[in-house]
């Protein structure tokens, strides 16, 4: 596809759920793939194809005022027979040309629909959900707007319609089915069948061969979305994936081989930072000293210029995830440090999503006392500050260093001795920051409570469980989880059940080393393609075997020297980390795509 001849007389659609609708990780592969596409490929030749919810349009979309082109043509003409669908611009780098519609215009076609998926296709939805209700109601519409292109001589020249992940697969089988000139690609980014059988099965890739799709599909109660993503697989022209690990679940859950792996990609000169990146680490890893200041420190303290940050984060998948794994670590590695006498304490945060009622009222008030603290401190600051250059400056005679205590007023004592003394206590500090919904049956807590890692005085790893995403209105970080990744020391992220998993990439995009297994479908691709991954701070265990135990002690052992580093050696792998990131910048990894593409219009 280097050919610009080529790519000059080829309209390129990308259909997804997630464009201009901020739902998971496929938002961040359209997303930050734009700007290169379009370089690429040109603005009139490039196309994003999503629903349309008001809420989410608000922000991230800004309507067309010229109809002139094809598209803006079509657009007017599907409005004039009823259609609920908009043209214009997504808000992000690169500007896209996009088209979305509104699942809800259609609802009262909902059962023909249905009925025509199922006689057609053996594609069958039921009645009362939700999120398959918008999914069919979407899906009509946009075979609608190839249909209409088509008849209206726009597929004339090449024309190539990328569908991402089953939400946007419905209208595959029906653009194949009346045989329009469209070159047909469709990516499962994971599939949702594979995704509950590991949650349920610690053997899944070895069992993987033996399963019955129908007989698990009925099982799960995904039976619907099993039959969309076949359908969808099957109807491509090109059927892709984003891995070699998620290629193998395909085979034998969705019944067809991938013809192209398409590994996911960042737009990485959006964190590069360059000379800066040491600095940018410094001050946030203060803005999260102070967070750790005032959750600690009320009951015990600890050498900061000592103190790492680690962290792992994702949907909450305790097994998938490998929460169970990095907990286990984590309690090896305390012992580890007690053992080794180590002076460096640990502190890991794990950032999931959890039904919580609220902050838990204890730390929040622990965060305003030591607020409190720090603003009496600035007040003695300020009046000692003034007071000693007055005293210095007039003083006669020779110069003599002034007692700084007498500069202070009494009140101000006072006040910074109540403040102290209401903030300090003798419990420990607390593990969970919200006040979960069923703390009972939290999986994480159970672990920690079973362990006995629950942040004693002598515990070298302490552990802070936050059960909701960073953001800035965040009271207790106040920063953005790109921000709050920049001012850590390490991720972990050792999946057992991960098709890609960007959270290791975002790390190494930010400077942040990070560990990550082979089972995910980016550490399996940095293990076949980077062959000294480790120097570049993408560390990545071996789950293939099964044995639980043994990845826990690895896993251990690599934290524990990890710890052991001196700070210049961490310094020099965080600038080989940012370094190692352009790899997978999609001005690189967009040549999997063209591939893909180049296939689709051979076919």
């Known amino acids: 596809m280097e050919d610009n001849a080529a790519l000059n007389n080829t309209k390129l659609f990308e259909i997804a759920w997630e464009v201009c609708n901020q739902v998971g990780g496929i938002y961040t592969v359209i997303r930050s793939k734009v700007p290169s596409v379009i370089k690429k490929w040109g603005v009139d030749n490039?196309?994003?194809?999503?629903?349309?919810?008001?809420?989410?349009?608000?922000?991230?979309?800004?309507?067309?005022?010229?109809?002139?082109?094809?598209?803006?043509?079509?657009?007017?003409?599907?409005?004039?027979?009823?259609?609920?669908?908009?043209?214009?611009?997504?808000?992000?780098?690169?500007?896209?040309?996009?088209?979305?519609?509104?699942?809800?215009?259609?609802?009262?076609?909902?059962?023909?629909?249905?009925?025509?998926?199922?006689?057609?296709?053996?594609?069958?939805?039921?009645?009362?959900?939700?999120?398959?209700?918008k999914v069919a109601a979407f899906g009509f519409q946009v075979k609608e707007f190839f249909h209409y292109l088509c008849n209206n001589g726009f597929c004339g020249t090449n024309t190539?319609?990328?569908?991402?992940?089953?939400?946007?697969?419905?209208?595959?089988?029906?653009?194949?089915?009346?045989?329009?000139?469209?070159?047909?690609?469709?990516?499962?980014?994971?599939?949702?069948?594979?995704?509950?059988?590991?949650?349920n099965d610690h053997e899944f890739y070895d069992h993987l061969p033996f399963y019955n799709w129908e007989q698990e599909a009925n099982k799960f109660n995904v039976r619907p979305i099993a039959e969309i993503e076949r359908a969808s697989a099957h109807g491509a022209h090109v059927f892709t994936t984003v891995s070699e690990v998620t290629a193998r679940e395909c085979v034998y859950l969705l019944g067809r081989t991938p013809d192209k792996i398409l590994p996911n990609g960042l737009n990485i000169q959006r964190f590069e930072v360059l000379h800066e990146m040491q600095n940018q680490h410094v001050q946030i890893k203060d803005r999260i000293h102070e967070f750790v200041m005032g959750h600690f420190f009320q009951s015990y303290s600890f050498d900061l210029d000592k103190t790492l940050y680690f962290f792992t984060s994702g949907r909450y998948e305790y097994q998938n995830k490998g929460y169970d794994l990095t907990l286990e670590a984590l309690a090896r590695l305390n012992w580890k440090m007690q053992q080794a006498g180590s002076d460096m304490t640990v502190v890991s945060f794990f950032?999931?999503?959890?039904?919580?009622?609220?902050?838990?009222?204890?730390?929040?008030?622990s965060r305003a006392q030591i607020e409190d603290v720090h603003r009496v401190a600035e007040e003695i600051k300020e009046q000692v500050g003034k007071r000693l250059y007055n005293k210095v400056t007039t003083a006669s005679g020779s110069y003599a260093f002034p007692d700084l205590s007498e500069l202070v007023d009494d009140y101000l004592r006072l006040k910074l001795r109540r403040n102290v003394q209401s903030w300090k206590t003798n419990s420990l500090p607390k593990v969970v920051t919200h006040s979960l919904v069923d703390d009972a049956k939290d999986e994480i807590l159970n672990f920690l409570r079973t362990s006995n890692l629950v942040n004693h005085r002598h515990d070298k790893v302490k552990i802070v469980y936050h059960p909701d995403f960073i953001a800035t209105t965040n009271p207790l970080f106040r920063m953005d989880y790109t921000q709050f990744v920049r001012g850590c020391h390490l991720g972990i992220f050792p999946s057992m059940y991960e098709p890609w998993g960007y959270t290791p990439l975002e790390c190494l995009a930010s400077g942040v080393p990070s560990v990550t297994s082979n089972l995910a479908g980016f550490g399996d691709y940095v293990v076949n393609n980077l062959p000294q991954h480790d120097e570049q701070g993408m560390y990545i265990i071996d789950r293939t075997d099964g044995n639980f135990h043994r990845t826990a002690e690895e896993l251990a052992n690599m934290l524990f020297d990890f710890v052991n580093m001196t700070r210049r050696e961490r310094i020099a792998l965080r600038y080989r980390c940012e370094e190692?990131?352009?790899?997978?910048?999609?001005?690189?990894?967009?040549?999997?795509?063209?591939?893909?593409?180049?296939?689709?219009?051979?076919r």
């Open 46 to 133: 490039y196309f994003l194809v999503g629903p349309y919810f008001e809420e989410q349009a608000a922000a991230h979309f800004d309507p067309a005022t010229d109809y002139s082109t094809p598209i803006g043509k079509a657009v007017l003409e599907m409005q004039s027979r009823g259609f609920d669908v908009h043209y214009g611009k997504w808000i992000v780098s690169g500007r896209p040309n996009v088209v979305l519609f509104n699942p809800y215009s259609v609802y009262d076609k909902l059962g023909e629909i249905k009925h025509f998926l199922y006689q057609d296709y053996h594609i069958s939805i039921p009645d009362g959900d939700e999120l398959l209700d």
């Open 351 to 365: 950032i999931t999503k959890r039904p919580f009622y609220s902050f838990n009222p204890e730390v929040l008030q």
């Open 580 to 602: 190692a990131s352009m790899h997978f910048d999609w001005s690189n990894l967009g040549k999997y795509y063209d591939d893909a593409y180049k296939l689709a219009l051979e």
């Open 160 to 199: 190539i319609a990328h569908f991402h992940e089953w939400m946007a697969g419905i209208p595959i089988p029906g653009i194949r089915k009346s045989n329009l000139n469209v070159k047909v690609v469709f990516t499962t980014h994971a599939t949702l069948l594979g995704r509950y059988l590991a949650m």
